[in-house]
């Protein structure tokens, strides 16, 4: 079994900062790619940001220059700095990564149960 466990959610003021962090745990074999989406109340969700096991990160315009994803391959966790939040920021985050389980040949996707953001004054 492989499990997402997420943290660092909360309510923010405009402006502010907060730090997720996603640590992947179980038997694991090699992790792909780490990131993490958002889905905020009547929208669909979309991808936030996401960083591939050779280096490469994509950001959504909306989050370029904010908010940075990093990660820990030696801890199988990923990190997405939040900086500069705005209202609109405010959503539901997920963290997801595209795993190899251990004794599988084939990548699976994996989700985080969420961890809601707030940003209000």
């Known amino acids: 079994q492989v499990q997402l466990v997420e943290s660092g959610g909360g309510l923010v003021q405009p402006g502010g900062s907060l730090r997720l962090s996603c640590a992947a745990s179980?038997?694991?074999?090699?992790?792909?790619?780490m990131g993490w989406y958002r889905q905020a109340p009547g929208n669909e969700r979309e991808l936030v940001a996401r960083?591939?096991?050779?280096?490469?990160?994509n950001y959504a315009d909306s989050v370029k220059g904010r908010f940075t994803n990093s990660r820990d391959n030696a801890k199988n966790t990923v990190y997405l700095q939040m900086n500069s939040l705005k209202v609109e920021d405010t959503a539901v985050y997920y963290c997801?990564?595209?795993?190899?389980?251990?004794?599988?040949?084939?990548?699976?996707?994996?989700w985080g149960q969420g961890t809601q953001v707030t940003v209000s004054s």
């Open positions: 179980g038997s694991i074999r090699n992790i792909d790619t």
């Open positions: 997801y990564a595209i795993i190899t389980p251990t004794g599988w040949s084939n990548t699976r996707q994996y």
């Open positions: 960083s591939t096991s050779g280096g490469t990160t």
